[in-house]
């Protein structure tokens, strides 16, 4: 399978013969999976699991006849790579590997989540926020270990394996633990009365995982395979088969609603994801009739799933010179003023972005549109973190000069890093910039058109004025309103 996984040098050969209706049998498959619980594994002598439910009844809608091997996952990838009328599950896309086969689905989406005891107060909104936590206990040596530290995180416990890791916390030795949505049932299962006492407070990071088939597979058949995936997402059989393997998490739609922690731009508010442009979202997909499937995580995430995968929603972004190529571009639906910052009282004098060059550090967030604006500018004193509110207290402790914000979010940033306006001053404005919705640039001409067509009519009709100034009730919104 997949970077994160071990495998099982199991061999099973299984005949799946689907419903009594006519098979198609000039498209003979070979479908290949390895060892995987809970999403494909052997269990009393049968193969089964979530993804496996899936295949099974994917190949019924199809008609399609197809012969299955378990095999190591190594195998499996270099078997699909080479042979005709194969498919390989369930299996991420990557860049390297999206390249190389066709693809369907997603069927299954791998999160790595912060857990925490149900009822803790501790809330995570950013990767900051989990920095500041006390401890977090992890997996020696696990991707997710060194993920953590490659981020900066300096409050991690590790632990031999996952059960002393999920016992850490539930001893309160530590406030969080990390781990995934497909390793935690079957850890809680093992714990025993752990099973109602733990919860997920936020993603750090998503992989989609799919049914890839080989190149040499006739695209008709691929396509026949995504429109009854489609079709299973709509009339609500993938989502029942994923409550049965997977109970309290959201299944992959069709689409990908991707937002960060943003306000008053996008937000979690009361364990729902809120915001002038989440609302504006969550009207076109209702109209659409696209289920509301909007989750929140870290810009990066986000950001790295609109582009690798197709039919991901990502909002609100900048639409810049450097990412114009990257996405499909939905409004505009908002606009801002990027402005430098300084601590109240520096003396500092900034008058052009010359001026800003000969500071010796600008605190600047890892991947935003202000950053990107400043490196594209040949700025190279950036200290770069990812959290907009190290680089307040960046600024206010003295390890940089200036960080740059925008004028509609920069009070909730401030605010949320503990501190007030009144400690910041206003230097320069650098630019206005208009953000939109951007859609993955492999999404279909048609799909992109639907969205466009259904936010033009939102502000023909004033539902679009109406959300906007629920929060923020004196904003000017003419040079938005044109199509």
């Known amino acids: 399978m997949v970077k994160k996984i071990a495998y099982f040098l199991v061999l099973v050969i299984l005949m799946i013969t689907g419903c009594n209706s006519k098979k198609n049998t000039n498209n003979h498959l070979t479908i290949l999976s390895e060892e995987y619980a809970p999403l494909n594994f052997t269990q ?23 012969t299955m091997d378990v095999v ?28 190389h086969l066709q693809w369907v689905g997603p069927v299954t989406a791998l999160d790595t989540n912060f857990y925490a005891l149900k009822g803790s107060v501790i809330v995570i909104k950013t990767l900051e926020d989990a920095k500041n936590a006390a401890s977090i206990a992890t997996v020696r040596g696990h991707y997710t270990e ?42 809680l299962h093992r714990a025993g009365d752990l099973n109602e ?40 059989r993938f989502d029942a088969i994923y409550a049965r393997w997977l109970p309290g998490e959201m299944p992959p739609g069709i689409f990908q609603l991707m937002t960060e922690e943003y306000p008053p731009i996008t937000f979690m508010k009361e364990g729902k994801p809120a915001g002038f442009v989440t609302d504006m979202v969550r009207e076109i997909v209702s109209r659409l009739d696209i289920p ?89 004193n950036l200290i770069s973190s990812v959290s907009p509110e190290e680089n307040v207290r960046q600024l206010i402790n003295g390890e940089a000069n200036l960080s740059i914000f925008t004028d509609l979010t920069v009070s909730e940033i401030v605010h949320s890093a503990g501190y007030s306006m009144e400690d910041l001053e206003p230097l320069f404005t650098v630019t206005q910039t208009y953000f939109y919705i951007a859609i ?44």
Request: hydrophobic share 40%; with cysteine.
């Open 44 to 66: 009393e002598g049968n193969f089964t699991g979530q993804v496996t439910e899936v295949v099974e009844e994917l190949l019924k809608i199809t008609h399609n006849e197809a």
């Open 72 to 99: 190591p996952w190594e195998e499996g990838y270099k078997r699909v790579l080479t042979e005709s009328n194969t498919a390989l599950f369930t299996t991420v896309m990557t860049p390297e590997r999206k390249k």
């Open 146 to 187: 060194e993920m953590l530290k490659e981020e900066g995180f300096a409050n991690l416990v590790s632990c031999q394996d996952d059960q002393a890791a999920l016992q850490k916390l539930y001893n309160g030795e530590v406030q969080l633990y990390i781990s995934t949505n497909i390793a935690m049932p079957a850890l």
């Open 197 to 236: 006492e733990v919860e997920n407070l936020f993603t750090v990071s998503t992989d989609l995982a799919y049914i890839a088939f080989s190149p040499s597979t006739p695209s008709t058949l691929v396509a026949q395979w995504q429109t009854a995936l489609d079709t299973m997402k709509r009339d609500g």
């Open 292 to 380: 509301d499937n909007i989750r929140l995580t870290s810009w990066k995430n986000a950001y790295n799933m609109a582009l690798l995968y197709p039919n991901v929603i990502l909002f609100s972004a900048e639409r810049t010179a450097k990412r114009e190529a990257l996405f499909r571009w939905v409004g505009p639906v908002g606009k801002n003023n990027v402005i430098f910052y300084a601590k109240k009282g520096s003396g500092i004098v900034i008058n052009s972005l010359e001026d800003a060059k000969q500071m010796e550090a600008i605190a600047t967030t890892t991947d935003w549109f202000t950053e990107q604006y400043l490196q594209q500018h040949g700025f190279t």
């Open 440 to 483: 993955s640039k492999d999404t279909s001409e048609e799909v992109y058109q639907e969205w466009v067509a259904a936010l033009n009519t939102l502000k023909q009709e004033g539902t679009f004025k109406e959300i906007y100034h629920n929060y923020l009730p004196d904003a000017e919104l003419d040079d938005l309103m044109a199509p």
